[in-house]
């Protein structure tokens, strides 16, 4: 985030107390203005900037590998970020808790958007299609909850819905 | 026959002007309650802001079928008529704006004791990646700018009309306008990545609208339970009561003055000092054996004769 520049006011606004609605919104437009200049959304934890220039982990749950359309995504993804891929099998309950801890920066493996794992994952945007049972669920990639910035680029790379 | 007495020409008028801003409110907020519902993400402060302005439906439609029926004159199953409609409703709208402060409280605590970090997503608009937190500020803009304005209209004209539902709902307005501000704080917190922006701004508001509740419920409580009239915003008694108080006393020495609120009308009764309940004799006149549960008869007196004590009370 950029440094604040100092601030400048005129004396009018002396008599402005924070609570009234001009205050409010004096509040809301100054904090727009200082949103321009970094980073919105920005991640909570900063997972954007750990994986920039360095390694995207990636779990996969309940297979070996991704699918198709998930390796061409996630390749455009480490790539976006200059980022080195490495894969992370195991467990479905263990890599979402690594998701959740950071060790782990994003979750592929046809994980349906009506995962009941939503509530501790960030999804993203509907990438494919799997069937679970005889329904078709649109399949997402997860995010650790809050890292919005992340999620952004993520779905960037998505791009269309099909 | 008279049962109620003609109302002042500017009352009437406040009481259109009302109804017709309770019919505004009533589509405005049915029109936010669909613009939010498409834009409600994984926000805490935009799901309870939503929540909100659904309770916030209330208070109208209870206005305006209080006022619908409380001129109606008494039937035999309401042979004192309908004024107590406004009370019904008027503590029903302090609970649901009590309700919502509770709610609102308890989520926001919820969000901050599990330490949840929300997600909000993008959507593709024309090929370009948009973050979902504009969209939801774009409808918690759009949900905070009409209940400012009628809450402001409504807050003059409850007062005018001594109507409390009316009054509770404005406040709930407020409330509105001011989680639907909350709720766009909250998001910029979290764009800015702040985890917990969303709910402290929610729970910083609820404080407030569970005051207002409060408040509300307790003088509705008190109406319903013939309490002396209260002012309109605060849980003392009214200087319109204690005045009529005053001067009934003045004119009636020896004798008790009983007041009291049926919806926006007060409603006084003068009893003697020495005023007891109904004898055990009189009342098994009328009630043979569930003489116990009758406790007073009263004769109103006819609608011209002097406020002053009357006559064949006092043997002075």
Redesign the interface.
């Known amino acids: 985030?950029q440094a604040m520049e100092p601030a400048v006011e005129p004396p009018r606004c002396l008599h402005m107390k924070p609570t009234t609605?001009p205050g409010?919104l004096a509040?809301?437009v100054l904090?727009?203005v200082t949103?321009s200049a970094?980073s919105?959304?920005?991640?909570?934890?900063g997972t954007s900037q750990k994986v920039s220039g360095s390694v995207l982990v990636v779990g996969i749950l309940g297979a070996d590998t991704a699918g198709p359309r998930e390796t061409e995504i996630i390749n455009r993804i480490a790539q976006h970020f200059d980022a080195r891929l490495m894969w992370a099998s195991g467990e479905s309950h263990r890599l979402v808790s690594d998701l959740e801890s950071g060790k782990v920066h994003l979750l592929a493996g046809a994980i349906p958007q009506t995962t009941p794992f939503s509530n501790k994952i960030?999804?993203?945007?509907p990438l494919a299609y799997t069937i679970i049972g005889d329904k078709r669920h649109k399949t997402v990639l997860a995010?650790?909850?809050?890292?919005?910035a992340f999620?952004?680029e993520v779905?960037?790379a998505i791009?269309?819905s099909p | 026959m008279k049962h109620y007495q003609q109302l002042p020409e500017d009352i009437v008028d406040a009481l259109t002007h009302a109804r017709r801003l309770e019919w505004w409110t009533l589509g405005f907020i049915s029109s936010i309650v669909i613009v939010m519902y498409f834009a409600v993400g994984s926000s805490q402060a935009m799901k309870s802001a939503w929540a909100e302005d659904l309770l916030s439906l209330l208070p109208p439609i209870l206005f305006l079928a209080a006022t619908a029926v409380e001129r109606k004159p008494p039937t035999e199953f309401y042979p004192y008529g309908f004024h107590r409609a406004g009370s019904l409703g008027f503590f029903a709208s302090a609970m649901a704006l009590t309700a919502m402060g509770g709610y609102l409280l308890f989520e926001a605590a919820m969000t901050l004791l599990n330490r949840e970090h929300p997600s909000i997503g993008s959507v593709r608009v024309f090929g370009r990646e948009v973050w979902l937190g504009w969209f939801m500020m774009a409808a918690l803009l759009y949900s905070v700018i009409p209940p400012v304005i009628l809450g402001r209209k409504k807050k003059k004209l409850a007062r005018k009309l001594r109507d409390k539902i009316l009054y509770t709902d404005a406040d709930m307005n407020a409330a509105d306008w001011q989680t639907g501000a909350a709720g766009i704080v909250g998001i910029i917190g979290i764009g800015l990545g702040f985890w917990w922006a969303d709910a402290a701004a929610a729970g910083i508001i609820s404080f407030s609208i569970l005051n207002d509740g409060l408040r509300n419920t307790r003088t509705a409580f008190a109406e319903l339970m013939d309490g002396a009239p209260r002012k309109i915003d605060a849980a003392e008694i009214s200087e319109t009561a204690k005045q009529i108080k005053h001067r009934l006393q003045k004119r009636n020495p020896n004798h008790r003055v009983q007041i009291r609120q049926t919806g926006r009308y007060i409603r006084a009764v003068v009893v003697p000092e020495r005023h007891e309940a109904i004898s055990q004799e009189n009342a098994k006149l009328l009630a043979d054996k569930d003489a116990w549960q009758l406790t007073e008869v009263s004769r109103a007196v006819s609608s011209t004769t002097a406020l002053d004590a009357a006559n064949e009370d006092d043997k002075r």
Request: net charge positive.
């Open positions: 985030m609605i409010l509040a809301l904090s727009l949103l970094c919105f959304p920005a991640d909570m934890h960030g999804l993203s945007r995010v650790r909850k809050g890292e919005n999620l952004l779905n960037r791009g269309e």
